[in-house]
């Protein structure tokens, strides 16, 4: 039975994911280079690291990583505050607490970034659990940021359901033992998503309570029957 349910932060609540490759974009023309969503998707759900190893590679000379940050920022801010909830967000949160499931984050972003948000949407009061890289040593993929949200909000690995729109975000979540729901953005929806227990197009698709009932029929369904 599902106790408890973890979100994702960037991409998920937000779609901060499809701004920044955007900006990235634009930014890496200055070096003749074309970033494709395959090269961006490296990153999704993880550290810049890999992101701006796969930029030099692209570039085929070396970058400034500062002065692209400075950049990518400077575009970032100009955009920020077009953002909103994704759909259908809200409505989960609220019917979680109607449902009395326990409510987390896992996010491979800073606790900073992540909070700014979550004041200016006004919907911290509904987490319990917040979890962000500024709490773990290895963020997504590795599932260090899920094992302890589990252990926070006192459940079993397989009591919770993970909603993510990244790959490196599903590994993490399965990893801990957690059931995923992938709900994709633009930038990530051509990725493989093997291993998760359902897709949504957004959370308004279909009510949190409806979902709760195929994911948990589902689950039903792969525990061998006892002879």
């Known amino acids: ?8 932060f960037d991409g998920l609540i937000v779609d901060t994911e499809s701004v920044w490759f955007e900006v990235f974009q634009n930014v890496m023309v200055e070096y ?4 494709s969503l395959e090269d961006f998707s490296v990153s999704i759900g993880t ?7 796969r930029l030099a590679k ?6 400034d990583r500062a002065e692209i940050s400075r950049k990518t920022d400077e575009q970032y801010k100009q955009k920020i505050d077009h953002l909103h909830l994704r759909e259908g967000v809200l409505d989960y ?8 499931l326990k409510i987390a984050l896992a996010s491979s972003s800073s606790k900073k970034w992540v909070q700014s948000f979550l004041e200016k949407f006004a919907i911290s009061e509904f987490f319990e659990v917040i979890k962000t890289a500024d709490d773990v040593k290895n ?9 302890r949200a589990i252990k926070e909000l006192g459940i079993e690995a397989h009591e919770a359901l ?15 033992g957690a059931h995923c729901v992938i ?39 792969r525990v061998p029957k006892k002879l």
């Open 47 to 53: 550290t810049d690291d890999m992101l701006y190893e």
């Open 183 to 221: 709900v994709p953005n633009p930038v990530t929806s051509f990725l493989d998503f093997s291993g998760h227990v359902y897709r949504l197009s957004s959370m308004a698709e279909i009510p949190l309570q409806h979902l709760l009932k195929v994911v948990e029929g589902k689950l039903n369904h």
């Open 139 to 147: 963020v997504k993929p590795d599932p260090e940021l899920y094992i």
């Open 1 to 8: 039975m599902i106790k408890a349910i973890i979100f994702d």
């Open 32 to 35: 003749d280079c074309h970033l």
């Open 93 to 100: 949160l609220k019917a979680a607490k109607e449902l009395h």
């Open 162 to 176: 993970a909603f993510e729109d990244s790959k490196n975000g599903l590994t993490a979540a399965t990893k801990a």
């Open 58 to 63: 692209l570039a085929g000379k070396p970058i």
